[in-house]
């Protein structure tokens, strides 16, 4: 099965304001898009169990026009707290990107 890291162009996660992440998956191809943005690896109960978060706070935005898919999700702790260990959560994509898509 292929990975996040092989069907994407680029894969990226910022800081959606100080109580949220967003995470990019840009793929390489339309094909890889329409088959495996919808992928159960990439659901709210699969994203919740990788970042140990409420599933029901996960968020996807499908962009098929830019073979984008967004996923968003709320920060443990906020933004710059005391226990902040990704000020820009400019590494929150690398749990992602070896995740096999079925």
Same mark, same amino acid.
């Given at each position: 099965?292929?990975?996040?890291?092989?069907?994407?162009?680029?894969?990226?996660?910022?800081?959606?304001?100080?109580?949220?992440?967003?995470?990019?998956?840009?793929?390489?191809?339309?094909?890889?898009?329409?088959?495996?943005?919808?992928?159960?690896?990439?659901?709210?109960?699969?994203?919740? !169990?990788?970042?140990?978060?409420?599933?029901?706070?996960?968020?996807?935005?499908?962009?098929?026009?830019? !073979?984008?898919? !967004?996923?968003?999700?709320?920060? !443990?702790?906020?933004?710059?707290?005391?226990?902040?260990?990704?000020?820009?959560?400019?590494?929150?994509?690398?749990?992602?990107?070896?995740?096999?898509?079925?």
């Amino acid at each position: 099965m292929p990975k996040v890291r092989e069907v994407c162009r680029t894969v990226r996660s910022k800081v959606a304001g100080p109580f949220w992440v967003t995470m990019d998956l840009m793929f390489d191809s339309q094909e890889s898009y329409d088959r495996y943005s919808q992928s159960p690896a990439l659901s709210a109960e699969a994203i919740g !169990k990788i970042y140990n978060i409420d599933p029901a706070g996960v968020m996807h935005f499908p962009v098929p026009k830019l !073979k984008v898919l !967004k996923i968003s999700y709320p920060r !443990k702790t906020p933004q710059g707290g005391v226990e902040e260990r990704d000020l820009h959560s400019g590494q929150q994509y690398t749990y992602i990107l070896d995740v096999e898509l079925g």
